[in-house]
């Protein structure tokens, strides 16, 4: 199982990123999915996560309508499409995915059983 994220990098306040991140070793038909992150000096929270099994989404009360998740079935990959991007944005983030359920909402609350490789996004003027 690997989940490979991109496309970090360093942003203005108010812009826009958008993440990515190819499964492999596993298919995006039931898995529950998402991203997580970690700013310097802070636990690692969640961020938006997603069923697989019926595109069902849970999103933190700080990036709600402002985040969206999403998936491309035939590409393997899941997208965090950032908008209007704040200063306490900046953190590592991570893909993870729970293998053995779909609800996004658990994986939220309770985390994953695998973890990808993080990237940076960067907020500031």
């Known amino acids: 199982v690997q989940l490979q994220a991109s496309g970090g990098g360093l942003v203005q306040p108010g812009g826009s990123l958008r993440l990515s991140c190819v499964a492999s070793?596993?298919?995006?038909?039931?898995?529950?999915i998402g991203w997580f992150r970690q700013a310097p000096g802070k636990e690692r929270e969640g961020v938006s996560c997603?069923?697989?099994?019926?595109?069902?989404?849970y999103d933190s009360d700080s990036v709600k309508g402002r985040f969206t998740i999403s998936r491309d079935a035939a590409a393997n990959t899941v997208y965090l499409q950032m908008n209007d991007l704040r200063v306490d944005d900046t953190a590592v983030y991570y893909c993870?995915?729970?293998?053995?359920?779909?609800?996004?909402?658990?994986?939220?609350?309770?985390?994953?059983?695998?973890w990808g490789r993080g990237t940076l996004v960067t907020v500031s003027s």
């Open positions: 993870a995915a729970h293998l053995t359920h779909s609800s996004s909402y658990a994986l939220y609350q309770n985390g994953p059983t695998d």
């Open positions: 997603l069923s697989s099994l019926n595109d069902i989404t």
């Open positions: 070793g596993f298919t995006l038909n039931f898995p529950a």
